[in-house]
C-alpha cells in the first residue's frame, strides 16, 4: 500500500490565543470523556519499535483510544517534536509525566486513537495518531504546537496529516524509502 503524501495547508501554528482557548474547550470535553470511562489505555503495542524513513526508530511507550464509533473519514496524523532541556533519565520522566497530558487531546474533535513514540536517536518524539477527518487533524495539530512550543527545541515541531489512512495501515504496511528523500514520518519495514 502506497502512502499518499498530502500536505493540503500551511503547517503553521494557530495563533496562541486561539490554540490555547482550544486545548482549552478540549480539555473540558476530556473531563466528561475520562468521567465517562471512555479512554483507554490498551498495552499490546507498547515496547514496539516503529523505523522511520529517516534512518531513526521510536519505542510505543503508551496507547491512548477513544470508546467511539469508527472513523468515517479516517486521516493518519503523524507529530514530531524535540523537548527543550530533556536529556538522559529526563526522557523516562517525560513518558510518566505524558499520561497528565492526555486531557489537551482526547477531547478535540474527531480524536480516535494515539501511538506514543519515545524519543529517537536525534531526540524527537513522535505521536501517531488516527484522527476522523483531515480538518479536525490540521486543527488538532495547528492548536498543539503552541502547547509544544513551551516545552520544545525551536524549530523542532512539525507534523503531517495522511487523508484516507488508517494510522495501523501507515504501521502495517510500510512505504520503502528506496529512490525518495527519507521522510521524517514516514514507517518503513525493519
Known sequence: MSVPVVVSEAQVPLPRRA???????????????LAHRRVHVPR???GRVVRFA???????YR???????????PCALVVRFRLRYVRGAGHRL??????LNTPMFVGFRGFVSKLWVAHDERGAYRGIYEWDGERAAHDYARAL????????????I????????????LIAA???AAGRTPQWWQPVAA
Not at 490554540?19 to 470523556?33: D, Q, Y
Open 54 to 60: 529517516d534512518g531513526t526508530a521510536g519505542r510505543v
Open 174 to 176: 510500510p512505504a520503502s
Open 63 to 73: 496507547e491512548t483510544t477513544l470508546d467511539r464509533p469508527p472513523a468515517a473519514q
Open 19 to 33: 490554540a490555547f482557548a482550544a486545548v482549552g474547550r478540549c480539555a473540558l470535553a476530556s473531563v466528561g470523556l
Open 94 to 99: 517525560f513518558e510518566w509525566e505524558s499520561v
Open 44 to 46: 499490546p503495542r507498547d
Open 145 to 156: 504546537w503552541q502547547v509544544l512550543a513551551l516545552v520544545s527545541e525551536p524549530g523542532s
Open 158 to 169: 512539525d507534523y503531517r496529516v495522511l487523508p484516507g489512512v488508517h494510522r495501523d495501515d
